[in-house]
């Protein structure tokens, strides 16, 4: 069954896809303007009626990326900006003429962009797992994917066809020196770190078995450097949550398996400097539809609204553990965790009322062409205290549609002040598409809100830190001193870009936009790595030489 915990990100990416708003630059900077002066909650009361956006510039970006570049971004860097973001997205959406089903199905391809010296240089390569290799050369689709995407050939082509193509698609990390393309329901890929080049499969020096998955949301704790990662074999009756912690030269420290009764499903965790935390909702499951070929393992599955949700605490180094139940609601992502000193948990999560399953008809027709937003939950980050003796407070940070929480790296596991992360325009409280960088504050419930124009979609933010002097990084002083780069589509044109804002200060817009060489679609994760830096001259050399041996996309 290695694939069905990979099968419910069909509803985080669509609960806050889709919505309005006024048009113009002009007017968006106007409206921002007011916005800082007459409401300092971050609240703004539009007086003009919203717009609805054009669905067809949405769709326009569920289009194949037909070419891997290397070439230097035109624009000036500020000097304090230093290291390579790197970003996992979806690349290819039709092979041959056979179309995917889902954006999620789709062969992952990492885009990476390095920063020195006040200038910077881009690069894009697929992702060569096998599966991308067999599909390549046949020039069709041979593999089922998680979500949707049937082989050509009606039930009968896909009857007891249960393993999954690995699509290496959804979060891209920098560990040990190592770059790794990760997708939770298989194994890593591990990629040259300047060029890109597809290395092989990595199995954390053994750790993991060929087949064995590892999650696409591994943490790195800041303080120990160690990585905190987790796999899981779900079933009907009970399931196994395997958690490794690995130190920073790859050795395997803490390898410990538990076991959850009944069918459970984990996207996300957290860490602090105790524990490592899972959030387990309540869900049915019934695989027989998808062993005979009529449904992808996405829609085999069903929320239990009338169940209770868990979370999971567990210890990292010890074999304690505790459960506590929480109230009903679904979630892909956590924004962060830490420890108080009286003991209390917090865990800010995203989460929701429920969750959309792909309709049948889904495989039939791509989904993002038959996608109905008004039946779409509303997906919103809410705060969770855990006291001592297992009871818990809920507060909503940001109650407006809201996905792909980040926090700075160096903070992860503590008690952070701002949260980053997207949603939808101006003050539209409905699902729709990702087009407003938000910055919450989580003290005061305040957030600041920068709305793209309405042609334009971006996706999830990365904190870069501002380096000084000698190469070191701001330890100490304001936690939001750095940079937030966010990388956008515009349907209407088909071109994509890079958008760098001052994270003090979002709402004057970006500070520095650098168009990129080649058509770059939506995406899921990625990571910015501080100081991490190369040569263009020898990336350039090694990504021709590399391009040559690899072939064609």
Known sequence: MIGLQFVLLVSWWFSCSYGFQPRGQKLLQTRNRLHSIF????????????????????????????????????????????????????GKYQIGRDEIAHPF?????????????????????????????????????????????????GWLANFMRT??????????????????????????????????????????????????????????????GHLVGFNYQPGPHKTDLRIMEFASNMSLLHDRTIEIPGFSFFHDMAITRKHALFVQGSFDFNPLPFVLGLKSPAACMTFNKKGKSKL?????????????????????????????????IVIDVVGASDMLMMKQNAVREPLWRSLQWNELPLASLQRYVIHTDNS??????????????????????????FVYGISTRGELK????????????TTNGRYDQYDLPTDEFLGEPAF?????????????????????????????????????????NIRQGPIQRFALPTFVSYGLHGSFVPNLTFPYANVLQKFSAFSALDGHV
């Open 39 to 90: 409401n300092p909650f971050g609240k703004f009361a539009s007086s003009v009626k919203p717009e609805k956006a054009d669905s067809d510039t949405w769709r326009n970006g569920y289009a194949n990326t037909n070419e891997e570049v290397c070439d230097v971004l035109v624009g000036t860097v500020p000097g304090d900006l230093v290291g390579t973001y790197y970003r996992n997205v979806h």
């Open 392 to 417: 818990f407070e809920k507060t909503p940070l940001f109650p407006h549609p809201f996905e792909m929480p980040v926090v700075p790296a160096s903070l992860v596991g503590q008690d952070v002040r």
């Open 163 to 224: 393993k999954l193509k690995n699509v290496a698609n959804t979060n891209v990390i920098y560990f040990a020196n190592k770059l790794l393309a990760l997708w939770e329901a298989g194994g890593p890929y591990a990629l040259d770190a300047d060029t890109l080049h597809t290395v092989g499969k990595f199995r954390f020096n053994g750790a993991l078995q060929d087949d064995e998955p590892f999650t696409a949301h591994p943490k790195i704790d800041p303080f120990s």
């Open 464 to 504: 870069a830190p501002k380096m000084r002097p000698k190469g070191k990084y701001h330890a100490k002083g304001p936690e939001d001193d750095g940079y937030l780069l966010v990388m956008t589509l515009n349907g209407r044109t088909k071109t994509s870009a890079l958008l760098v804002f001052d994270a003090q």
């Open 430 to 441: 409905k699902p729709g598409p990702f087009q407003s960088l938000v910055k919450i504050d």
């Open 105 to 153: 199905d789709a062969d992952g391809m990492v885009t990476a962009i390095t920063f020195q010296n006040g200038t910077c240089f881009f690069r894009n390569r697929f992702v060569r797992t096998e599966g991308f290799l067999r599909e390549r050369k046949a020039n069709r689709i041979l593999h089922r994917g998680a979500f949707g995407t049937q082989i050509p050939g």
């Open 312 to 344: 999971q605490i567990v210890s990292r180094t010890s074999s304690a553990r505790r459960i506590v139940e929480l109230d009903s609601h679904f979630n892909f992502h956590v924004a962060n965790a830490f420890e108080r000193a009286n003991g209390d």
